[in-house]
């Protein structure tokens, strides 16, 4: 309840609730406003960070590198943007005996960050550019772990899903880990998406969703970049 912007955002539902939209935008605007004095996002940096997974990632990338990683095909990938419809589908998905639902799990974003923390101890490039230095061992071992260390949310079905939505940024990486992997991208309407986001108060993270402006060029960004990866792979 000490959230920044809880109270405004609280307001906002509230008047939402009552049909009264114009009071109901006014009161998200400030949560957001008060949630956007808070963070240090920068657009920019988040579109030259896709850019280079585009430059790295690219077609002959992954040609060199075929069958590299895990062969296990457990993984079912659920990607996109939040509010946009990730849970129903693993619902609908999970509902299968042969599915297990887990959780948003953050095992592939912390490798991306460990791989970065690479840069700044000064023994390799900067992620994604890191990609190119490592073996077909190196991302083997990977998805070994992550089998591995994912095997305490799962029950006893060949498949789980792993529904982190920010994965969509990282589908270089877990196709190399995981070259049998499936992955689904969870679509919605852009308005209904970003409008959606913007009325939600995130626990954590997100931090492109307290402007209007941000989540243009955040989905913008995010669509571009699944075109790239539709079409290397």
């Not at 956007?36 to 920019?44: D, E, F, G, P």
């Not at 079912?76 to 042969?98: D, W």
């Not at 550019?129 to 079905?157: M, P, Q």
């Not at 940024?169 to 308005?191: C, E, Q, S, T, V």
Request: hydrophobic fraction near 35%.
């Amino acid at each position: 309840f000490n959230e920044p912007g809880f109270r405004p955002f609280r307001l906002g539902k509230t008047f939402e609730e009552r049909k009264d939209y114009q009071q109901s935008f006014c009161h998200y605007e400030r949560g957001n406003l008060l949630k956007k004095s808070q963070s240090r996002y920068q657009a920019q940096l988040i579109s030259a960070d896709f850019e280079s997974q585009k430059a790295v990632c690219d077609r002959e990338f992954f040609a060199q590198r075929q069958s590299w990683g895990c062969s296990r095909p457990d993984p079912i990938f659920i990607v996109g943007l939040p509010r946009a419809g990730s849970t129903l589908l693993e619902q609908i998905l999970s509902s299968h005996s042969q599915v297990d639902g887990t959780l948003e799990l953050p095992n592939i974003l912390s490798l991306s960050q460990h791989l970065r923390r690479r840069k700044r101890d000064g023994t390799s490039q900067d992620y994604p550019a890191i990609l190119a230095e490592l073996s077909a061992d190196d991302f083997r071992e990977f998805g070994e772990t992550y089998i591995r260390d994912t095997r305490i949310h799962r029950k006893d079905a060949p498949f789980f899903i792993d529904k982190m939505p920010n994965n969509f940024r990282h589908l270089g990486l877990i196709r190399l880990m995981f070259p049998n992997a499936k992955i689904i991208d969870a679509r919605r309407n852009p308005m209904a998406c970003c409008f959606s986001a913007y009325k939600q108060l995130f626990a954590d993270g997100q931090e492109f969703s307290y402007s209007l402006t941000d989540l243009g060029h955040y989905y913008r960004d995010y669509v571009e970049l699944m075109a790239h990866w539709d079409n290397v792979l």
